[in-house]
């Protein structure tokens, strides 16, 4: 008879001589899933070859749960037959992490049993259970959660104040608001901050926009939406009949690693995740690092292992992040993996720029919003045509037409090129 393959929350082994060995892997395993099984009896390969014990040894194994792992565990014992071979079943659960075994602590990868770095020790501690947001009550009672009932309206969902705070997991077992209504509330403490450098280094501050103090979803968008201002496009022509145009970076790329950044950034830390802007690069900084046990490989690859479930449940609702996976591979293929930085603490991505801009903040007080709107689409798109200025901006082509004279005059803009073939450049 076989029972199968050892995994994350099962170990095989021959005897209960090798007692020691299982209480490390049922540690393991309550400090990765809360729960573990050993068998007694049974070969590493999962072939069941028997045991003989009594009454004695099953009071001697419990005893050495209960009073070696720590905190105590009360186990559930059985016992089975195959074939006239005789089996013992230990289960364990529990969430009062982290779990040692005779002073060790230890996690379950795959099926090996690791050593925690003590640093992590004290995160398993905060972290008691998989989805700490929804758990920890939220310091302000009084929210409102208009802009997020909104934000739903707009997707096509149904809203009944009733039980909208329930149904989207704002709220504690004890019925208080949690953590994650804080963050997804009218008004709150939290403030995302874009910073743009002068040069390479942080020498020179040219601009700080603080994008916050609301719905977290409504402030992401915001700070992305600079982001994507900035990104402006290189014109290279070479003879009359070959144009190319060369982006600063990567729409997608940057979309992927920000949404990324709000969805994993440990909120629990109270410290929001930040957008830094270089001549040469963008930087974007999350708090927490990789959870607990989980492979960086994995991490490459896309496997998902989300920090925030019911955050990535509300922001897959609302088409903000996808379920799969793809943005760090995305990130990968095109800006290798040394675009990230993985410590204990925090995850930087770096995408750098396809050439090297003088970042400058542009002067934008003798403008009004009409000609703020024209000047972004041509930042954004040089080569672009009027009447997709005006689609893009919601203008009228004749304000568009009035936008493009005033900054002309103004020497914020000029043409280069033919009306048909050329592109306009940002002075």
Same mark, same amino acid.
């Given at each position: 008879?076989?029972?199968?393959?050892?995994?994350?929350? &099962?170990?095989?082994?021959?005897?209960?001589? @090798?007692?020691?060995?299982?209480?490390?892997?049922?540690?393991?395993?309550?400090?990765?899933?809360?729960?573990?099984? $050993?068998?007694?009896?049974?070969?590493?390969?999962?072939? #069941?070859? =028997?045991?003989?014990?009594?009454?004695?040894?099953?009071?001697?194994? !419990?005893?050495?749960?209960?009073?070696?792992?720590?905190?105590?565990?009360?186990?559930?014992?059985?016992?089975?037959?195959?074939?006239?071979?005789?089996?013992?079943?230990?289960?364990?659960?529990?969430?009062?992490?982290?779990?040692?075994?005779?002073?060790?602590?230890?996690?379950? !990868?795959?099926?090996?049993?690791?050593?925690?770095?003590?640093?992590?020790?004290? /995160?398993?501690?905060?972290?008691?259970?998989?989805?700490?947001?929804?758990?920890?009550?939220?310091?302000?009672?009084?929210?409102?959660?208009?802009?997020?009932?909104?934000?739903?309206?707009?997707?096509?969902?149904? &809203?009944?104040?009733?039980?909208?705070?329930?149904?989207?997991?704002?709220?504690?077992?004890?019925?208080?608001?949690?953590?994650?209504?804080?963050?997804? !509330?009218?008004?709150?403490?939290?403030?995302?901050? %874009?910073?743009?450098?002068?040069?390479?280094?942080?020498?020179?501050? +040219?601009?700080?926009?603080?994008?916050?103090?609301?719905? +977290?979803?409504?402030?992401?968008?915001?700070?992305?939406?600079?982001?994507?201002?900035?990104?402006?496009?290189? #014109?290279?022509?070479?003879?009359?009949?070959?144009?190319?145009?060369?982006?600063?970076?990567?729409?997608?790329?940057?979309?992927?690693?920000? !949404?990324?950044?709000?969805?994993?950034?440990?909120?629990?830390?109270?410290?929001?995740? $930040?957008?830094?802007?270089?001549?040469?690069?963008? /930087?974007?900084?999350?708090?927490? *690092?990789?959870?607990?046990?989980?492979?960086?490989?994995?991490?490459?690859?896309?496997?998902?292992?989300?920090?925030?479930?019911?955050? @990535?449940?509300?922001?897959?609702?609302?088409?903000?992040?996808?379920?799969? =996976?793809?943005? %760090?591979?995305?990130?990968?293929?095109?800006? *290798?993996?040394?675009?990230?930085?993985?410590?204990?603490?925090?995850?930087?991505?770096?995408?750098?720029?396809?050439?090297?801009?003088?970042?400058?903040?542009?002067?934008?007080?003798?403008?009004? /919003?009409? @000609?703020?709107?024209?000047?972004?689409?041509?930042?954004?798109?040089?080569?672009?045509?009027?009447?997709? &200025?005006?689609?893009?901006?919601?203008?009228?082509?004749?304000?568009?037409?009035?936008? &493009?004279?005033? +900054?002309?005059?103004?020497?914020?803009?000029?043409?280069?090129?033919?009306?048909?073939?050329?592109?306009?450049?940002?002075?």
């Amino acid at each position: 008879m076989n029972l199968g393959i050892e995994s994350e929350t &099962i170990e095989f082994k021959l005897s209960t001589s @090798q007692t020691s060995r299982a209480l490390e892997a049922l540690t393991a395993m309550l400090n990765k899933h809360g729960r573990g099984t $050993v068998y007694f009896g049974v070969r590493d390969d999962g072939e #069941v070859v =028997g045991q003989n014990f009594g009454d004695k040894t099953i009071r001697d194994l !419990s005893e050495a749960v209960m009073t070696r792992i720590k905190p105590q565990v009360v186990p559930t014992i059985d016992t089975d037959e195959f074939e006239s071979k005789r089996i013992i079943i230990v289960n364990v659960e529990g969430n009062n992490k982290p779990y040692s075994a005779d002073g060790q602590y230890l996690i379950r !990868s795959g099926s090996e049993n690791k050593k925690i770095d003590p640093e992590l020790i004290k /995160e398993l501690v905060f972290t008691n259970s998989a989805e700490i947001m929804t758990n920890l009550e939220s310091y302000n009672q009084e929210l409102t959660f208009q802009q997020l009932k909104q934000l739903y309206i707009l997707h096509g969902y149904s &809203i009944d104040d009733r039980t909208f705070e329930k149904n989207t997991g704002l709220m504690c077992r004890n019925g208080k608001y949690n953590q994650l209504a804080d963050l997804l !509330s009218d008004n709150n403490d939290y403030s995302i901050k %874009v910073v743009r450098f002068a040069g390479k280094d942080k020498s020179k501050m +040219l601009v700080r926009n603080e994008y916050g103090y609301r719905c +977290l979803l409504l402030a992401m968008q915001q700070a992305l939406e600079y982001i994507s201002s900035i990104n402006e496009t290189k #014109v290279e022509l070479s003879g009359k009949a070959f144009r190319r145009e060369i982006r600063l970076f990567d729409d997608e790329c940057v979309r992927e690693a920000w !949404s990324n950044a709000c969805l994993h950034t440990k909120w629990s830390k109270m410290i929001p995740p $930040v957008i830094n802007v270089y001549s040469d690069r963008i /930087e974007i900084v999350s708090t927490g *690092g990789l959870p607990v046990g989980y492979p960086l490989e994995d991490f490459y690859q896309g496997i998902s292992h989300p920090v925030n479930r019911q955050l @990535q449940k509300i922001m897959g609702q609302l088409g903000i992040v996808e379920q799969t =996976g793809h943005g %760090v591979p995305l990130i990968v293929s095109k800006y *290798g993996r040394d675009a990230f930085e993985v410590t204990s603490s925090h995850i930087t991505v770096t995408l750098k720029f396809s050439y090297e801009t003088e970042a400058r903040e542009a002067d934008l007080s003798s403008l009004n /919003e009409s @000609q703020k709107k024209v000047l972004n689409a041509i930042r954004t798109s040089p080569a672009i045509l009027t009447s997709d &200025i005006a689609r893009v901006t919601g203008l009228s082509i004749s304000s568009v037409n009035k936008g &493009i004279k005033a +900054l002309k005059d103004q020497n914020k803009i000029r043409r280069i090129g033919s009306n048909k073939s050329g592109y306009w450049e940002i002075i």
